[in-house]
């Protein structure tokens, strides 16, 4: 049997692990792209892996609340040697103040050939949002400005200044009054409340479309085959600092390359950017 044979999930049958909606985003595009026959176990509890309202703190990271999350589809669904799970992540942006970074992962897992996927989406995340609101008032802007109903928001009590989901947090307000009454309770007993988007996947339409580029990437990496053991999963691992100024010719903190190596066997490659010469406005030398 050859690798291209051994690694064809045409027809292979694969069990997405997930709840709140999101196969919307991932089992159309790997059905088409990659031939899987997608099955979303029922009654699977994803969210005892962590959730993004803190009730439930997720241990270790995302890639590992990924895995869990396969290792019990595959129980579900004994039949099926293909395990899907996606994870997202978000926190504050390393490098610009105020601004939420978002990753996406789409994980898939091979039982059979031991086989690792990554599909990943980075970026600014505007669709994760939070503020205090003293009256009703004030919440209702916000939740317009957040795009509610459409975007759910989430309500919770404060505990001093921090957002306290153990103290009380409305999870499921569907429509403006829902949302007015649940916020006039919680200011009239405390005085203030803490609103700030949901990001479950079904109450969050960016962060499907991001799920779905994950998916995408995921897809590109399947396909792209490692040269040294045919194995699917050659995929960009870093990039190289250096291409030369177009004015002065030394070299810039411009990318020149990226590396791409794979994830089964190690094997790498370099693979140099399209262009030759950097532009002499991101020169240390000519423009400091
Ligand atoms: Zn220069
Ligand atoms: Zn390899």
């Not at 649940?182 to 339409?205: F, K, S, Y």
């Not at 396909?223 to 194995?231: L, T, V």
């Not at 030369?244 to 990226?258: G, L, N, V, Y």
């Not at 794979?262 to 030398?285: I, K, R, T, Y």
């Amino acid at each position: 049997m050859t690798a291209q044979v051994a690694f064809d999930l045409r027809g292979k049958t694969a069990v997405l692990a997930t709840m709140h909606g999101k196969e919307a985003a991932i089992s159309p595009l790997l059905q088409r792209l990659l031939g899987l026959r997608v099955i979303v176990p029922d009654g699977l509890d994803t969210d005892r892996f962590g959730t993004f309202s803190r009730e439930i703190p997720r241990a270790g990271s995302a890639l590992d609340a990924a895995r869990a999350k396969i290792e019990e589809g595959f129980a579900r669904v004994p039949g099926s040697t293909i395990g899907i799970a996606s994870e997202g992540s978000y926190g504050p942006h390393p490098d610009v103040p105020y601004l939420p970074l978002g990753h996406e992962h789409v994980l898939l897992i091979d039982r059979h050939t031991g086989l690792e996927l990554v599909g990943r989406h980075v970026g600014a995340a505007l669709h994760m949002a939070a503020a205090r609101a003293t009256s009703v008032d004030e919440a209702i802007a916000l939740a317009e400005r957040w795009r509610f109903p459409a975007q759910g928001v989430l309500v919770m009590r404060l505990d001093g200044e921090q957002p306290s989901p153990r103290r009380g947090i409305h999870k499921e307000l569907r429509t403006l009054p829902a949302l007015q009454q649940a916020v006039a309770r919680i200011v009239a007993e405390d005085g203030a409340a803490w609103l700030e988007t949901d990001l479950r996947a079904h109450r969050n339409p960016p962060r499907m479309r991001w799920i779905r580029r994950a998916t995408l990437d995921l897809v590109r990496a399947f396909r792209s085959r490692c040269p040294a053991c045919e194995r699917p999963g050659f995929v960009r691992s870093s990039s190289v600092e250096g291409l030369p100024c177009a004015s002065c010719r030394q070299p810039t903190s411009t990318i020149k390359a990226f590396v791409r190596a794979c994830v089964s066997c190690g094997h790498q490659a370099c693979e140099p950017v399209d262009v030759a010469w950097a532009d002499p406005a991101l020169c240390d030398l000519c423009n400091p």
